[in-house]
């Protein structure tokens, strides 16, 4: 990697991006509006179809599953977004818009700690990166220390996957709100108002989700159990596939800290890789998240001008003769997270590669 090249192709990529948003907006445009819009319209719809008819148990959970991979939808398309201050530049109406993870039982302010000051900012370093931690049962770098447990890990990580959402609703955003065992969070005073916001969004979501199903609609307790926590392991395991293949994959770099790199365009680019970019599917249901490397690069801006975004960083990328990384499938990417998962977990695990040049 040359001097110039640090230099240049950062400039260049700013330039092209910036040239293409002349006469555009950065947030949201028709077709972000169209997901707003569809997405809350079919979990509403989904929700208030528990209630219309004296379903049986299969009915019932059916209709329940159905609801819940609405809410992942609204996660991956409009929570992600929100939180990120990518949909509106009105800063009342984006605010409110964050509330959609509190509204499906994940806190929002947690979320913004962990996921935009922390994995943001650190991407694959321990230690920084709460993503990388997996709080001890999964070891994905070479700089977090092994168990013998880890040796199955490529075996159990999708149980694991399966109770992500089921933890962060249950447990971890209590966990690391009230704890302080996480580095962005060490020296964190939380708002009062972040206190209300935890404590009433959770009852909201635990009445609505549990409480209302049972006592209301008198489905028995043990089938509304049943079906919460299947529901929270599909949507969980569909989640964790789409975000592990972004960043946990063979041929990802895992820095032991922020001097590994200078440029942070670089160090998105060595730690990050895209899949089925030229998808239409995967366009529309993933939220963007398939276009990672410009989602890192331009976290600000609305997803559904990632597909443009991408182009324009690959094109560049090429010319520059700068690495970009991008895998045709999710399947393609998925085969190289279960393999470094493998690796991971064996007793000598392989060194942490060198950053891409």
Same mark, same amino acid.
Request: overall charge positive; aromatic content about 16%; charged content about 20%.
């Given at each position: 990697?040359?001097?110039?090249?640090?230099?240049?192709?950062?400039?260049?990529?700013?330039?092209?991006?910036?040239?293409?948003?002349?006469?555009?907006?950065?947030?949201?445009?028709?077709?972000?509006?169209?997901?707003?819009?569809?997405?809350?319209?079919?979990?509403?719809?989904?929700?208030?179809?528990?209630?219309?008819?004296?379903?049986?148990?299969?009915?019932?959970?059916?209709?329940?599953?159905?609801? +819940?991979?609405?809410?992942?939808?609204?996660?991956?398309?409009?929570?992600?977004?929100?939180?990120?201050?990518?949909?509106?530049?009105?800063?009342?109406?984006?605010?409110?818009?964050?509330?959609?993870?509190?509204?499906?039982? *994940?806190?929002?302010?947690?979320?913004?700690?962990?996921?935009?000051? +922390?994995?943001?900012?650190?991407?694959?370093?321990?230690?920084?990166?709460?993503?990388?931690?997996?709080?001890?049962?999964?070891?994905?770098?070479?700089?977090?220390?092994?168990? !013998?447990?880890?040796?199955?890990?490529?075996?159990?990580?999708?149980?694991?996957?399966?109770?992500?959402?089921?933890?962060?609703?249950?447990?971890?955003?209590?966990?690391?709100?009230? +704890?302080?065992?996480?580095?962005?969070?060490?020296?964190?005073?939380? !708002?009062?108002?972040?206190?209300?916001?935890?404590?009433?969004?959770?009852?909201?979501?635990?009445?609505?989700?549990?409480?209302?199903?049972?006592?209301?609609?008198?489905?028995?307790? !043990?089938?509304?159990?049943? *079906?919460?926590?299947?529901?929270?392991?599909?949507? +969980?395991?569909?989640?964790?596939?789409?975000?592990?293949?972004?960043?946990?994959?063979?041929?990802?770099?895992?820095?032991?800290?922020?001097?590994?790199?200078?440029?942070y365009v670089y160090h998105v680019l060595a730690t990050t890789a895209d899949y089925s970019t030229e998808s239409r599917a995967a366009e529309w249901l993933?939220?963007?998240?398939?276009?990672?490397?410009?989602?890192?690069?331009?976290?600000?801006?609305?997803?559904?001008?990632?597909?443009?975004?991408?182009? *324009?960083?690959?094109?560049?990328?090429?010319?520059?003769?700068?690495?970009?990384?991008?895998?045709?499938?999710?399947?393609?990417?998925?085969?190289?997270?279960?393999?470094w998962l493998k690796r991971m977990g064996e007793p000598v695990a392989p060194a942490a590669?060198? *950053?891409?040049?």
């Amino acid at each position: 990697m040359t001097a110039a090249n640090a230099v240049d192709f950062p400039a260049l990529v700013r330039d092209r991006v910036e040239r293409y948003f002349a006469g555009r907006s950065k947030k949201a445009d028709r077709l972000m509006k169209a997901k707003v819009f569809l997405g809350f319209g079919a979990a509403a719809f989904t929700y208030a179809a528990l209630y219309a008819n004296a379903w049986n148990a299969w009915q019932f959970s059916t209709i329940y599953l159905v609801h +819940g991979l609405t809410q992942l939808f609204l996660l991956l398309n409009i929570a992600h977004d929100g939180n990120h201050g990518a949909v509106f530049q009105n800063r009342r109406w984006g605010k409110l818009l964050n509330y959609t993870f509190d509204l499906f039982g *994940i806190n929002s302010y947690m979320w913004r700690i962990l996921h935009n000051r +922390g994995h943001h900012q650190n991407i694959n370093m321990p230690g920084d990166d709460e993503d990388v931690l997996a709080r001890g049962f999964l070891r994905f770098s070479p700089e977090v220390p092994r168990h !013998p447990l880890h040796r199955l890990q490529h075996v159990y990580a999708w149980v694991v996957y399966g109770l992500s959402t089921f933890d962060y609703v249950i447990l971890k955003d209590w966990l690391y709100f009230f +704890g302080r065992g996480y580095k962005p969070i060490l020296k964190t005073k939380h !708002p009062p108002s972040e206190y209300l916001a935890l404590f009433g969004f959770k009852a909201l979501y635990y009445t609505y989700m549990l409480a209302l199903p049972i006592f209301v609609l008198k489905q028995p307790w !043990p089938v509304v159990i049943a *079906i919460f926590v299947a529901t929270h392991f599909v949507i +969980g395991l569909i989640a964790q596939f789409i975000f592990q293949t972004t960043h946990i994959v063979e041929d990802s770099y895992f820095p032991r800290g922020k001097s590994d790199y200078d440029v942070y365009v670089y160090h998105v680019l060595a730690t990050t890789a895209d899949y089925s970019t030229e998808s239409r599917a995967a366009e529309w249901l993933m939220g963007g998240l398939n276009h990672h490397v410009v989602h890192h690069l331009f976290p600000t801006v609305c997803h559904t001008h990632y597909p443009a975004l991408t182009r *324009i960083m690959r094109e560049t990328a090429r010319e520059c003769g700068v690495v970009y990384r991008e895998n045709r499938t999710l399947w393609r990417a998925l085969g190289l997270h279960y393999r470094w998962l493998k690796r991971m977990g064996e007793p000598v695990a392989p060194a942490a590669r060198p *950053i891409a040049s």
